[in-house]
């Protein structure tokens, strides 16, 4: 059983800044890509950011140069930093990560989604 524990979501002003962890547990044999993916009622899900395992990142157009992703294989955890946040980035914030475990394939998991909300 694979879990992904997301955390540092919150309440935050204008121009402000966050940072989200998330932490892989379980049965894991090996991480491929991790990611940040955040959703707004009525909208669609939309990419923020993804991070291979070598450390390669892409970026949504809207978070481009405001956010950065970055990974500790170590401790099978992906972060993204938000600076200079506006209150568009209001969402929630769902941690994505390719995990393949002992017993099955690469299999696609989410965690249960953070909160970011930016107002002043």
């Known amino acids: 059983q694979v879990q992904l524990v997301e955390s540092g979501g919150g309440l935050v002003q204008p121009g402000g800044s966050l940072r989200l962890s998330c932490a892989a547990s379980?049965?894991?044999?090996?991480?491929?890509?991790m990611g940040w993916y955040r959703r707004t009622p009525g909208r669609e899900r939309e990419l923020v950011a993804t991070i291979t395992n070598g450390g390669l990142s892409n970026y949504g157009h809207s978070v481009a140069g405001r956010f950065t992703i970055s990974r500790d294989n170590t401790q099978n955890t992906v972060y993204l930093q938000m600076d200079s946040l506006k209150p568009e980035d209001t969402a929630i914030y769902y941690c994505?990560?390719?995990?393949?475990?002992?017993?099955?394939?690469?299999?696609?998991?989410w965690g249960q989604g953070t909160q970011v909300t930016v107002s002043s």
């Open positions: 994505n990560a390719n995990i393949a475990t002992s017993a099955t394939g690469w299999v696609n998991y």
């Open positions: 379980g049965s894991i044999f090996r991480i491929n890509s």
